[in-house]
C-alpha cells in the first residue's frame, strides 16, 4: 500500500489573539510582560482538528476565505510553525512558493541571494552551477543579477524567488497565491513551469481565490472553513462547499443588517418627543 507523502492527524495550532504568532522572541517578553500586568489571553485556533492523506503525485488544491487557516496549513507542512495539537508528517522536501522574496537579503546581489537561497534549501554548489543561468533567464534579471536586492522592485524579486524555488528538486510544491503576482507574461511562463513540474511527479498543495487556476492545476480539493476541514473530495465538490458557505454568510449578514435597520427604527420611534398639550387647545 502506497505511504502518503504528506500526513496530517487531528492537527491544530494557537494563536494568542492580538500577540505575535508563537516561537518569536519578541512575543516571549510581551506575554511576559501582560502576565505581570493581569491582562487576559484570548486563544484563537486557526487550524484544529484537522486530518488528511497526500499521496505522492496529488494535486491538492486548499480552498477558503481569507482567514480560514490556509497560509497557516502551508507553514505547519514547510515545519516554519509548530503544532499545538496532532501532527503533521511529511516524506521528502518542499519547494515552498510561500512569500517568495522573504528570503534574500538586501545588501547581497542577485547571484549572491541565488546561491544563497538555493543552498539554504538544499542544493549543493554543483547543482546550482548547474542550474544558474536557467534561474536568471526565467527572472529576466541578466542586466540586474550582480545589482544588490535591495535596489529591486517588489516584481524584480518575486521573479527571481520564483526562479529559484522551481529550480529545487524537491518532491513536494507548496503554492500560496504565488501566481497572483505579476504580469499577464510573467503569470503564463509560471503556469507553464508548474504545469512542467506536475507532469515529472511532483506533489502539489496549491492555495488560490481562483477558480479556474484550481481547476487547472487540481483534480482534489479540501475546503477549510473557520479552521476545519469542512470538505475533501474532488475540486469541484470543495468548490462547491466554498460557495455555499459564500451564500449562508451572505444570508445572514443580510439578515443581521435588517435586524439592526428594525432596531434603529424602534428605538427612534420610542425616543420622539411626545407632542405637548396646550391648555385650553382644542376649546371653541
Not at 518569536?24 to 510581551?30: A, G, I, P, S, W
Not at 515552498?96 to 538555493?118: D, K, M, Q, Y
Not at 552551477?129 to 535591495?150: C, G, H, N, Y
Amino acid at each position: 500500500m502506497e505511504e502518503p507523502i504528506i500526513q496530517a492527524r487531528d492537527l491544530g495550532i494557537c494563536f494568542a489573539k492580538g500577540k505575535q504568532k508563537k516561537g518569536r522572541v519578541k512575543d516571549l517578553f510581551v506575554r511576559r510582560a501582560a502576565n505581570k500586568q493581569g491582562a487576559q489571553q484570548q486563544d484563537f485556533w486557526p487550524l484544529r482538528h484537522v486530518n488528511f492523506d497526500i499521496f505522492p503525485g496529488d494535486a491538492v488544491g486548499i480552498i477558503g476565505r481569507n482567514g480560514t487557516g490556509k497560509s497557516t496549513l502551508l507553514r505547519l507542512i514547510t515545519g516554519v510553525l509548530i503544532p499545538d495539537e496532532g501532527y503533521v508528517r511529511r516524506e521528502g522536501r518542499v519547494a515552498p512558493l510561500i512569500a517568495l522574496s522573504a528570503g534574500f537579503s538586501g545588501e547581497l546581489t542577485g547571484r549572491e541571494n541565488v546561491n544563497l537561497v538555493a543552498a539554504l534549501h538544499g542544493m549543493t554548489t554543483k547543482e546550482i552551477k548547474a542550474k544558474f543561468d536557467e534561474i536568471v533567464d526565467f527572472s529576466e534579471l541578466e542586466d540586474f543579477i550582480d545589482t544588490p536586492v535591495k535596489y529591486y522592485s517588489s516584481g524584480m524579486k518575486v521573479r527571481l524567488g520564483f526562479g529559484v524555488i522551481t529550480q529545487l528538486p524537491h518532491p513536494i510544491l507548496l503554492v500560496d497565491e504565488a501566481l497572483a503576482v505579476g504580469d499577464a507574461a510573467f503569470k503564463r511562463k509560471c503556469q507553464q513551469v508548474i504545469a512542467g513540474l506536475l507532469k515529472e511527479g511532483r506533489t502539489l498543495v496549491f492555495v488560490s481565490h481562483s477558480e479556474g487556476d484550481l481547476k487547472k492545476y487540481c483534480e482534489r480539493g479540501i475546503f477549510l472553513d473557520a479552521g476545519t476541514l469542512e470538505t475533501d473530495g474532488t475540486v469541484e465538490e470543495a468548490l462547491a462547499s466554498y460557495k455555499e458557505a459564500e451564500a449562508r454568510d451572505a444570508k445572514a449578514k443580510e439578515e443581521r443588517k435588517a435586524r439592526r435597520a428594525a432596531a434603529a427604527a424602534k428605538a427612534a420611534e420610542q425616543a420622539a418627543p411626545v407632542p405637548a398639550l396646550v391648555p385650553g387647545a382644542g376649546e371653541a
